[in-house]
């Protein structure tokens, strides 16, 4: 049974820096991600890592948002730093299997504000 466990979020004033991190147990996963949604908004790509370690960036985090992922223990982080109000968020941990099941933690809120 698929299990991703986010933490890390909370709140940070605009500059700040916050780094998630995400467990995930049950199955190998070919990808790994970060989205993140706000209310009445869609969920959103913000990073995420291929099994050959091809990493993708939203452009609105590109060289603020930094993605790693540790294959061995099957997690991935997210180091967000200049941190923006417009990254206020709930974020979420994303993984695939290799065979195309999606599973999706439970979210871990970031609120960037002043």
């Known amino acids: 049974q698929a299990h991703l466990v986010e933490s890390g979020g909370g709140f940070v004033q605009p500059g700040g820096s916050l780094k998630l991190s995400c467990v995930a147990s049950?199955?190998?996963?070919?990808?790994m991600g970060w989205y993140r949604q706000t209310p009445g908004s869609e969920r959103e790509m913000v990073a995420r890592?291929?099994?050959?370690?091809?990493?993708t960036y939203a452009d609105s985090v590109k060289g603020r948002f930094i993605a790693s992922r540790d294959y061995a223990r099957n997690m991935m982080d997210l180091e967000m730093n200049s941190l923006k109000l417009e990254d206020t968020a709930v974020y979420y941990c994303?993984?695939?299997?290799?065979?195309?099941?999606?599973?999706w933690g439970q979210g871990t809120r970031v609120t960037v504000s002043s």
């Open positions: 994303y993984a695939q299997t290799m065979y195309k099941n999606e599973y």
């Open positions: 049950g199955s190998f996963y070919s990808t």
């Open positions: 890592i291929t099994k050959s370690g091809t990493t």
